[in-house]
Every structure is written in structure tokens, then in C-alpha cells.
DNA sequence: TTATAAATGACAGCGGTGGTCAATTTGTAA
DNA sequence: TTACAAATTGACCACCGCTGTCATTTATAA
């Protein structure tokens, strides 16, 4: 019924501590030997019990993710994706949602490492760019990966998995373009975040590459939200030169430009084009379906768990630490962006 | 840095067995005695080790939930709910997403409890509606609190929290009778969510009381999902006699419908109105915002939790086994549902 | 064969709980 | 006030399942 290393190391023949080695694939284990008690572990079923090797340990199994936002699907993604790598490794995943505007923030992140020994941390935006969290868990000496917005790994950014927001935002920028969008406005999600200005950073460069500059007036500063995609759009199709196509920050605000489209009898995407950002289930639930970005959240929240673990293994440092994987989030054309109107 | 049991009994003044007795609210502790230890508990932040607890005690100090829905802000609701819940009372929340129809997921049910050696398990719908998985769980003999839609307590659900849907359908149909409305249609969710049969009947013995016998073609079958909210509505809008308000069986459907009727040219709520169920975010992004049906979810999931430890605790077992907490949906009107068109 | 490195095992201990029993304090009735 | 029972507390041990340390055995090279 309940599996114990005792049970493995009886039946591969071995003392307790070279199953302890075997799975905590230290060095000099005879490869037979590694053999024998794989294979029992495998017959077995057996998975360790994080709670004894926790406390037995000096290392520790438990990796928390904290987080502030309010897209629920996005920290369903993260927390799938981390759950997933944990599973693997055997670890275990504490979440712990908080409020990172609390005066007290870091304080109450380093009460919750010391507190549940966790073995490192996985930050997002917000804590992925807040210098002050990073500052402090280096001083404490806990390791943790960031997850953030950038295109380029540099020494600055270590412990990073990047997500470049930059070039999928010049390849959606160059998907308009292509279906002969000049007039091409932008709106912007919260200052705040890095992502919105990376990706308006995307979007100009596209547009300079065309030798198209970027006009002032079709960028529409914003938040992440439904209703600023409302009010900008608005704005927008009140110009009296207005824009063909609008590239929304995030699939929200998209979703809130096209409703506003269709409050002012534009019909999409004839007569307009509209892009989001992120493919959340949000932008399935439009009509049409919006042409976006495809950020794959699971998945990168996998890998950034794998480079905690990785870390945390001894013997294995070198090299790694500045490891910088990089995601570019991928085009996804639905039916919310056509033809230029006018265009062949 | 790192605060033990024992520091606390040094600081008490007493033995390290009486800090734990304390913990564990034994019984056979003075008063005086009892005090003392909790502030010494207080003044060191102590939390006890619960990789320790778990691993020395038959108790456990680990709950976890199971879920698989698509709603995520669902799922965050309830995490926030359960880890508040668990915070207070020193436990650690599992959270496991999954897949409800897999063939195995009795087994893998089973398997996650022995693995981890969980305290209980709160299970939300569709978990919560499925015979096999209590009679699993009570053959194993794993304490568990079930979420799911009902108005009645009875010896059949113990170990539930009821959300009454049935009396919160009921007082939104109320809202729409009251505005004048009589004509009054009602778009479902999926037939094999208790909660969707729950509201309707809801609904029914609204109209019912009022002197109205419920109208079979205003009665409309679907799915959660904004497409069936489009497809229903646009289905209503198209019969020879009109309804003049729609009840959606939750926000989504009533997104959907919100958007047929403005596809239709239909002015809400002056020519139409139309009510959510939930409360969820979407219900805010909708333009107008939508008058819905508000469930707590956090505080429904914290009882459940609160339902999980008090049982957990020895001693106190006794008369509690049935505890059937109700919670009922509120209204919320927001700007969706108006006067009966011709109405005063 | 002997020195040396590689592979493995014995054992203590992580921070608590559970149990037993003795020691101490408290309450209570005579 | 005393005596005795009951309530409270502590001392101590084993142990949960695993890891760290160090000693021991085995294989390999000289």
C-alpha cells in the first residue's frame, strides 16, 4: 500500500542509501547497480516522500510560485505548466497569491522561503520585475527564475526565461502589413509592465523596417483591460483620418475595440482589422475569433521549473546559472484581420 | 532564524510535549498553561514544521482539490478560499488539476491521496457529482467536502457545502418579474451539471407562483459557453412573440446573448433584458454590465476547508459528521435588466 | 601484491507526534 | 487541615522516511 525506500532497496538488493543516491542521480553509482534499482523503483511505483526528505535534507522539494494577476487564465497556465515539471521531479508547489502593491511585500516573501524551506521561486510579472524581491532573495541566498518580458538574454537578467515580446509583436505588425495595413494603430496596455512597452517597441520597428513611421496619434496609451480597449477604439474611429487595422496589446483590450467596432457599425474584418495578444480563451470567445499572439504559458512555466531543479542539483552549477531560454510567441490568424480595405 | 518546538518550550517554560499539546488543542491543559505557550508561539512566529507533523504524526496536515473546470476564475476563487482557510489553521493546500473524464481518475484520485498522505479532500463539480469518487474515497477512508448545487439538507449529501441556486434563481426571476416582465425565457447551461437543472427549477417555481406557467419554447437548452449563449438568443430574438427579458444560466451565456441581441439591434435593457449567473469578471466586461447572481466562492471554498479540519480534529467528530452549510447566491442588479418594455 | 579510487553501507538525526508512566500540582471531601 | 483522587505536566523512547557523514568494502591500477 504505501511504498517506502525500504521497500525498493529489499527488492533491488541494495542498502537504503544507494536507492537514496540512484534517485538523487549523485555520482558514483555502478551503472548495474543504477540499473537494479531503477527498475524496482519502476516496479514499485515507488515516489519519494517529500515531507521526510524535506526534512531529512539539506536540499529542499518544494518550489512556491507567487503571484498578483488578475488574469485567471494566465496563472491557471503557470501553475499547470509548473505542477507539470514538479510532478516529473518529484518535487512539490506551493502558490501563494498576494497583493504585490503591500507595503510589506518583501518581508512576507521572505517569511513564506524561510518559512516553508522551499528549494526556489518562480516570479512573474509583477515580482519578475521588481528589483527590490530579487534583491532580497539573493541576500537570503534562495534561488528563484524570473519570467519576463525581453528579447535579448544579457548579464543583467539572470535567472531568466524571456519571453520576447518584441519579435512577435513585429511579426503581427508585418501579418497587417502584409494584408496592406498602413494605418495601423496601436493600444497600449499598463506603463507599468514591461510587456506593453516591448511590444510597442515591436510594433514600431515593423512599421520603421516598411519605412512607415510610426504616427503619434495612433498610439493609444492604456491598461490591460476591456474597457480601455473600448475607449481607445473609440477614440480611434473618431479620427477623421482613421486607422485601418488596430493592434491591441492584449487579447482584452482587443476584445473591447471590437466591441466598440461594432457599436460604431465597423464591420471586421472588412472594414477594420483588429489583433490581440496572449490567445487567451478571451479571444476565442470574440466574434470572429481574434488573430493573436499564442504565449505558451504551460510551457513556460515548465521550463523555468526545470531550471530551478536543475540548479538545485549539486554538482551541476557551473555554467547554468545565466541560463536565458527565450520564448517568441507565435502568430495565430483567426478571422478578425483581413485585406486592407481598398488594397487589390 | 529557524524557530523549533523547542525554542518554544524554552521560552514557555515548559515541556516540548505540552507545546505540542497545545497545538493540537489536546484537552488536559490548563488554561494558564495554554496561554503562556501561545504567546510564546506569538512572540517567536513560530509555525510548526509541516513536513515534520506530517511525517511524524497520523495526521495529516496537507488537504488537497481537485478540479477540472474551464472557468478559471472559478478555480482562482476557490485556491483563494482554501489557502486562506489553510493558512489559518497551519495546513498545506495540494491543488491537482485534472482531467474529470479520463478512465482512470478514480485510480489517480486514490493514488494522490495515498501519495501524499492527505488530510482531505474538497471536491468541486464535477468531481463533487460523481457517485464513484466518494464511494472511492469512503472505501479508502479519506475524509472529503463536497461543493455542489442544492437548497436542502439532507442525510443523502453529507459532508457538503450547498450553494443554493435553486432560491438564487428563483429571487433573479423575482427581479425580472417585478420589473414587469412575463414574458421571461430561460437559456440553460449543460444538462449534467446539477447546478444548470437547479436554476431552472428555480426559475420555474418563480414564474409558477406569480400565476405563470412556464413557457416550453422560452426554455432553451445549451451549454456554458458564450456560443450558446449567441445561438440561444438568437434563436429567442427570432420567434414570432419575442420574450422581453432572457435569464442566462451564467454570465458567459449571458455574454453570448448580450451580444446576439446587440447583433440583432436590440437595445439592452430597453427593448431586452437580460441577467448572468456568477459574478464572474466577465460579467463587468460586458457593456452594460450585467445584472447577475453573485456566489461567493471564496468564502464557500474557506467553509468547505474549515468543514475539512474541524472533522480532522480528534475528539470533536461527534454531531458535526453532517454539517451542511447553505450559501445562497445574491443579486446583484447592474444595468442590464430594465422596466418591461410598455409596461406602467 | 599493495596503494588508491570507486562503490556501498551503517548510523545518526531532521522536527515533530504518539505512547507510557512517573512526578507534580490542583481540587475536593472528610 | 489533612488525605486522597484527579488533573496537569514532564521525561523519555520509538519512530515517520529520508539524507548527510563517515567508515567500510570492492574494484582497479601500479
Known amino acids: ?8 532497496a529489499r527488492l533491488a538488493g541494495v542498502s537504503i542509501k544507494t536507492v537514496s543516491r540512484v534517485m538523487n542521480n549523485e555520482p558514483s553509482v555502478k551503472k548495474a547497480t543504477q540499473e537494479k534499482v531503477s527498475a524496482a523503483i519502476a516496479e514499485l511505483n515507488y515516489q519519494p516522500n ?17 503571484y498578483d494577476n488578475p488574469n485567471a487564465y494566465y496563472v491557471i497556465d503557470m501553475q499547470r ?10 518535487y512539490e508547489l506551493l502558490i501563494h497569491p498576494t497583493n504585490a502593491k503591500s507595503a510589506q511585500i518583501v518581508q512576507e516573501v521572505i517569511d513564506l522561503v524561510q518559512h516553508a524551506r522551499l ?8 515580482f519578475s520585475e521588481m528589483p527590490e524581491i530579487a534583491e532580497a532573495l539573493e541576500r537570503i541566498g534562495v534561488d528563484f527564475v524570473r519570467i519576463i518580458s525581453g528579447s535579448t538574454p544579457s ?11 518584441f519579435t512577435a509583436a513585429f511579426k503581427i505588425t508585418n501579418h497587417l502589413l502584409e494584408l496592406g495595413h498602413t494605418d495601423i494603430a496601436f493600444l497600449c496596455g499598463d506603463e507599468e509592465h514591461s510587456s506593453s512597452g516591448e511590444r510597442l517597441a515591436g510594433f514600431k520597428a515593423a512599421l520603421t523596417k516598411r519605412g512607415i513611421s510610426p504616427n503619434a496619434k495612433y498610439i493609444v496609451p492604456g491598461s490591460y483591460s476591456f474597457e480601455s480597449g473600448v475607449k481607445g477604439a473609440k477614440y480611434l474611429l473618431e479620427l477623421p483620418h482613421k486607422p485601418t487595422a488596430i493592434f491591441a496589446c492584449n487579447d482584452e483590450i482587443a476584445a473591447g475595440a471590437l466591441f466598440s467596432a461594432r457599436l460604431s457599425q465597423v464591420e471586421i474584418p472588412q472594414q477594420l482589422s483588429i ?7 478571451f479571444s476565442r470567445q470574440t466574434w470572429p475569433p481574434l488573430t493573436t499572439a499564442h504565449q505558451p504559458n504551460s510551457t513556460i512555466a515548465m521550463q523555468a521549473a526545470e531550471l530551478l531543479f536543475r540548479r538545485s542539483r549539486p554538482g551541476q552549477q557551473q555554467g547554468l546559472a545565466a541560463e536565458q531560454p527565450v520564448f517568441i510567441p507565435e ?3 483567426r ?5 486592407c480595405p481598398g488594397s487589390s
Chains 1, 2 share one sequence.
Do not use: Q, W
Request: proline share 6%; net charge neutral; charged share 15%.
Open 335 to 339: 478571422d478578425s484581420t483581413g485585406a
Open 275 to 281: 489583433v490581440g495578444f496572449e490567445n487567451s480563451p
Open 1 to 8: 500500500m504505501k511504498v517506502t525506500i525500504n521497500d525498493v
Open 119 to 126: 528549494a526556489g521561486l518562480v516570479l512573474t510579472p509583477p
Open 331 to 333: 502568430l495565430l490568424v
Open 155 to 165: 548579464p543583467k537578467l539572470t535567472n531568466c526565461v524571456l519571453v520576447d515580446d
Open 50 to 66: 517529500a515531507a521526510a526528505r524535506n526534512l531529512a535534507g539539506t536540499r529542499s522539494y518544494s518550489i512556491g510560485y507567487i
Open 81 to 90: 505548466g509548473l505542477l507539470e515539471a514538479c510532478r516529473k521531479h518529484g
